[in-house]
């Protein structure tokens, strides 16, 4: 199973989109991140794992790859967890990953679940627009800085729980004002 969010790294003071594309596959449990991850992109697993757990969602004991896409560039920062969770619930059909191919996602988990502010929220608010995506979804305590950015829709949640249930069109996210 197979399922591909789209995210965004910050490189100085410009950003890039990301491909974070997981497969889980049939195999011993492991959990591998490639693509140049770094220091908190490594440690995200346990967040995820953690969160995943604790907003009641079912960890997969399956074989887990995560692909950063560009794999050339190195990937830094805690933002990369939210995208990784939720390629995690969409490739184990535990969310649709419908709404998933037009947006962006970036956000670092706790484990409990909630959604922690990010850095560069303005440049990857500018570089999703750029790349025609239709949405952002981030950290609500990132949307006053992201929300300057017109042309693309910038949404805030606080919670794993709240996007999951956007995704799967059971509620609706705040928008920048």
């Known amino acids: 199973m197979l399922a591909r969010v789209r995210s965004a790294a910050v490189l100085g003071i410009d950003a890039y989109l990301v491909d974070v594309e997981t497969d889980i596959a049939n195999g011993l449990p492991t959990f ?12 995200g697993r346990e967040r995820v794992y953690a969160a995943l757990a604790n907003t009641g969602y079912t960890f997969p004991l399956k ?3 995560v692909n950063l896409a ?3 560039i190195r990937k830094e920062g805690s933002a ?4 990784i969770a939720l390629g995690i619930l969409a490739a184990t059909e535990q969310i649709s990953g419908a709404r998933l ?10 484990l409990e679940g909630a959604i922690r502010p990010v850095r560069g929220a303005l440049p990857v608010a500018l570089a999703a627009r750029a790349a025609g995506l239709a949405a952002l979804i981030l950290p609500r305590e990132n949307l006053p800085e992201a929300g300057v950015v017109a042309g693309i829709q ?24």
């Open 101 to 110: 191919t037009q947006l962006a996602v970036l956000g670092e988990l706790g």
């Open 154 to 177: 910038v949404l805030g949640a606080a919670s794993l729980a709240e996007i999951a249930d956007y995704l799967d069109g059971r509620a609706d996210l705040p928008g920048a004002e």
């Open 70 to 72: 560009p794999a050339d």
């Open 63 to 65: 074989r887990i790859t």
């Open 80 to 83: 990369f967890d939210l995208p």
């Open 32 to 43: 591998a991140t490639v693509g140049l991850p770094q220091g908190a992109v490594k440690e």
